[in-house]
């Protein structure tokens, strides 16, 4: 079944958007001390409040829950409220400017300012097999602060799309290469070179249960 992309005409009004961990917790009866044990499994959770709609929008959105057939369905969907790294912007080499009173001039060699958050070069994965809680890029313009704490990337795998949030400032070397701290772990590796998403990142989904199926303004789903 192919995997759909979710309708730009519906742009919820509130989110709820969280990572839930796959965790189990043994209480002792006799001394009530508590056990944790954490599984590989933890999965996004989205739950939303889409606004009122215009009857146009109206069958849009009963046409998209239709083609998601229940939970059998799935859905390319990302962070709503994320809008691309929080990095700060490049500093501008000043002695590659120059200026008259109208123009702005750039040496193309040079790095300027960068005003959109934006990533900064072509990340990829780099190194194969990997896993755990941290992920080898390369690609990166060097030597900057190429991903912030809370920011998303994601990227493709034999198994899906995977999407994780970025948990400490990333940097990377004079080479491009950044070492990068994410949540959740690794469960699937990437291949060496994968294109790694960091404008709109997103994983794959789909609907909670049979009636979120339902056409409501309060749809949940959950990363399948």
């Not at 999965?43 to 009857?55: D, E, F, I, Q």
């Not at 750039?106 to 960068?114: F, G």
């Not at 404008?199 to 609907?207: A, K, R, Y």
Request: aromatic share 8%; hydrophobic share 35%; charged share 15%.
């Amino acid at each position: 079944m192919t995997t759909l992309t979710f309708p730009a005409a519906l742009i919820p009004n509130q989110v709820t958007w969280h990572l839930e961990p796959n965790t189990a917790v043994f209480v002792s009866p006799i001394s009530r001390a508590a056990q944790t044990l954490e599984l590989p499994g933890a999965r996004w959770v989205c739950s939303m409040s889409l606004p009122t709609m215009s009857p146009a929008t109206w069958r849009t959105w009963t046409a998209f829950l239709a083609k998601m057939r229940g939970q059998a369905g799935r859905v390319y969907y990302g962070p709503p409220h994320y809008r691309g790294t929080t990095a700060p912007t490049w500093t501008a080499n000043l002695s590659a400017l120059t200026c008259d009173s109208t123009t702005v001039t750039c040496d193309s060699t040079a790095l300027v300012n960068q005003e959109s958050a934006s990533g900064f070069g072509t990340p990829v994965v780099d190194g194969a097999s990997q896993s755990g809680q941290y992920l080898d890029t390369n690609g990166w313009i060097n030597n900057v602060t190429v991903l912030s704490a809370g920011d998303y990337l994601s990227y493709d795998t034999t198994r899906g799309r995977s999407l994780h949030m970025v948990v400490e400032d990333a940097t990377s070397n004079s080479a491009g290469e950044s070492t990068i701290r994410i949540e959740p772990p690794i469960r699937t590796a990437p291949a060496d070179g994968a294109s790694i998403e960091t404008e709109s990142p997103t994983c794959i989904m789909t609907l909670r249960d049979g009636m979120s199926g339902a056409p409501t303004w309060t749809p949940y789903l959950r990363a399948a």
